[in-house]
């Protein structure tokens, strides 16, 4: 019974899911496939299994969606893959997403009607799903879906969400410039010797850390930038926080893309809190005020007032 229903399904409907990994590294230099890879899919009529996207409600209790860059591969099976570095896994794609059977069912669709074929590099944010934890087990949908596509990986990578890549590094050097002067620091990370906020969208982010081994700094005072005691600068990128304050390295996890760095030329640190001693392991907050930064490009950016707050000041990774 499992193999009939599998033939009349899947074998017709091209499928949707399997290939092969991730591509994680450099990113790339536009959003359109970086490759294209020629699928022949099985005649026969439409039906089946259809797109592999995830219902409303399903594996949210399973893992925690982590950022992810990866490349897409459809197989002579009509199974989509999504590769990394090292690895290949099967995906399911996020709700919503549909393959256009009638129209052409060598790509995805996005609700909002973005199309992706085999080779798009994409980012995304994705469950690591073994295959022991699928909904419903080896007999249910996924089970199925999973046991005709027969991956070598057994694991499912259950999207939430999914783009074509892109990065600051694929701006303009004015582009950039002015994408940083209005970034807007509200997303803290708390960790280290020091402070690290981002933007909402982490595309940006300013580090400011302690260098000093044995430095006592009271409620009150104050640090010019730059300072020998300090390190402080900008940093314009993509998953800039996949690894913050970890030191376990996922192999699907990506790696940090750096489209500009800019140490601060000048601003004043004010400390909210002391540093030093025992109050060093624990909320310390500070106060920088006319942080400077001259970009590449030669454009000198002058920030607002930027709020920092490390929770876990003192403490690192491991």
Known sequence: MFH?????????TALVACGDGFAVGP???????TSVTTTTLPE????GFGTPAKSLGEFENVDTPRPVRGE??????GCWYVEFSSLRY???FPTGFEIPFSEDPTVVRAKDG???TSGTVVDGAARQVWFDHLPEGSDGRWGNYVSFCDPSERVLAVFEELAPASDPGMLEPDQLDTLVENAKF?????????????????????????QAETT??????????PDERWTAWITAGKFLFVNHCDDVFEPWEPEPVIAGRWQLSGGRLQLLDGVGGEQSTGLVRAVLLGATINTDSGRQITFDRIELENRSFGFLAG
């Open 44 to 47: 026969g009529p439409q039906g």
């Open 216 to 225: 006592d700094l009271a409620a009150g005072s104050q640090v010019g930038l």
């Open 186 to 210: 509200t997303k803290p990370w708390p960790c280290g010797y020091g402070w690290a906020v981002s933007t909402e969208d982490e595309t940006i982010a300013l580090f400011i850390y302690l």
């Open 114 to 116: 973005t199309v992706f």
């Open 72 to 77: 897409l591969h459809l197989d002579s099976k």
């Open 90 to 92: 099967l995906i399911a």
């Open 27 to 33: 990113s790339p230099a536009e959003t359109t496939p």
């Open 4 to 12: 009939r229903r599998l033939g009349i399904a899947l074998v017709a």
